[in-house]
Each structure stands twice: as structure tokens, then as C-alpha cells.
């Protein structure tokens, strides 16, 4: 199985802070990686798909991007509203594999 | 406009089975592939399975052979997951979402469904 190695684990930030998450795939995933948010008692809203495309509706402040086996997800300024968890997920091989998640808290 | 509504919350006996429903509406069902995806301890998420209402086809975790049964009803629109000889390693929301697989990325793992909270206890 492809591992997704999702760091940091929790990140505790303030608003305006630039912040990134990051997941390192162990096999070659291409650009088959989606990030979503989760905020409490809610389903995952998809962020970016293909690593680096941006969902319909969702502020320009967020974008993905991909360096080698490293995808990354950035919020250029903190919002209140952002304080969620952030999951992300490989696809392009059986089976499909989650990172462990990020907690993003308001410091 | 895509909705993918889940039925309720179960509370199940340890050794039962449990059957949940994913129903979807907005969309040509038969075109995207149903996943399912645990969510345990309120944060890590699992792949379970799919299945493509057009054929019936299934691709699994081996984790979850055995455990998770995906079946649909294309004439409701409807996929179901049962889960069986249940423990209460199986507590957990099971959540139902769509993808088209292929080349055009945007159409994977787009809508979700809110989600069924099942709780394995006697």
C-alpha cells in the first residue's frame, strides 16, 4: 500500500500566519492527490484535486502544490474560519490511502 | 444540484450486522464509482471500498474483505454497505462519496454524504 506520511499531526497558528501541511507519498502518486477540510461534526470538503487545483468555492487563499513525492497544501493567511482538521488522499492506486490528518488550531 | 443522503445513526449488538444506505441524487449515478470511507476516534480516515452501479464491480481494502459487503439498487440510485460480525473496533461515522475514475481529476471524491454514525455496544 502507498503510505501518506501527513505532518505536522496538529499546528497551532495565528490569524494572518502563512501555514502549510504537508504529505509525503512512499510510491509516485503523479498529481492523483486531493486535500480536504473537515470541520467538526461535518463530512470532508475537497480543497484542492490534482494537487494543485483549487475547488469551485473555495477562498484563493488556499493552494497545493507538489515538490518530488512532497504535496503540500497553504493557507497564505490564517482565517478564523480555517481552523479545521486537514486530511489528504492518494488515488491513483488500490488501495486508495489517507494521510493521518492535521489538526489546524488558533494559537 | 448533487446530494449524496445517508441513512440515520445504529446502534448495533457486538456479532450483528449492520446495513447502511447511500442515496444519490443530481447525477447520473451509474457514471461514478460509491466509496466508502471509515472515520474512527473523530480524526484518521480509511478507504474501505467502491462499487460502479453500472456493472456491480468492486475494488476493496484487504482490510475490509470480509467485513464490508457493497451492493446497489440503480433504480433508487441507492448503494449500500453492510457490515458484519461487528466488534467495537467498528464504531465509527462511515461516510459515502463519489468518484469518476480516470484522467480528469476533478471529478474524484467531489460530494460526500453527512455521514452514518454506527455504535457497537450490548
Known amino acids: 500500500d502507498i503510505q501518506m506520511t501527513q505532518s505536522p499531526s496538529s499546528l497551532s497558528a495565528s490569524l494572518g500566519d502563512r501555514v502549510t501541511i504537508t504529505c509525503r507519498a512512499s510510491?509516485?502518486?503523479?498529481?492523483?492527490l486531493t486535500w480536504f477540510q473537515q470541520k467538526p461534526g461535518k463530512s470532508p470538503r475537497r480543497m484542492i484535486y490534482?494537487?494543485?487545483n483549487l475547488e469551485d468555492g473555495v477562498p484563493s487563499r488556499f493552494s497545493g502544490s507538489r515538490s518530488g513525492s512532497d504535496y503540500s497544501l497553504t493557507i497564505s493567511s490564517l482565517e478564523s474560519e480555517d481552523v479545521a482538521d486537514y486530511h489528504c488522499?492518494?488515488?491513483?492506486?488500490?488501495?486508495?490511502?489517507f494521510g493521518a490528518g492535521t489538526k489546524l488550531e488558533l494559537k | 444540484q448533487v446530494k449524496l443522503l445517508q441513512s440515520g445513526a445504529a446502534l448495533v449488538k457486538p456479532g450483528a450486522s449492520v446495513k447502511m444506505s447511500c442515496k444519490a441524487s443530481?447525477?447520473?449515478?451509474?457514471?461514478?464509482?460509491v466509496s466508502w470511507v471509515k472515520q474512527s476516534h473523530g480524526k484518521s480516515l480509511e478507504w474501505i471500498g467502491e462499487?460502479?452501479?453500472?456493472?456491480?464491480?468492486?475494488n476493496f481494502n484487504e482490510k475490509f474483505k470480509g467485513k464490508a459487503t457493497l451492493t446497489v439498487d440503480k433504480s433508487t440510485s441507492t448503494a449500500y454497505m453492510e457490515l458484519s460480525r461487528l466488534t467495537s473496533e467498528d464504531s465509527a461515522i462511515y461516510y459515502c462519496?463519489?468518484?469518476?475514475?480516470?484522467?480528469?481529476?476533478?471529478?474524484?471524491?467531489?460530494?460526500w454524504g453527512p455521514g452514518t454514525m454506527v455504535t457497537v455496544s450490548s
Open positions: 462519496t463519489r468518484c469518476r475514475r480516470g484522467t480528469v481529476l476533478y471529478w474524484y471524491f467531489d460530494f
Open positions: 443530481g447525477y447520473t449515478f451509474t457514471d461514478y464509482w
Open positions: 510510491q509516485d502518486i503523479g498529481n492523483y
Open positions: 488522499l492518494q488515488s491513483i492506486q488500490y488501495p486508495n490511502t
Open positions: 462499487i460502479y452501479p453500472n456493472s456491480g464491480a468492486t
Open positions: 490534482g494537487a494543485t
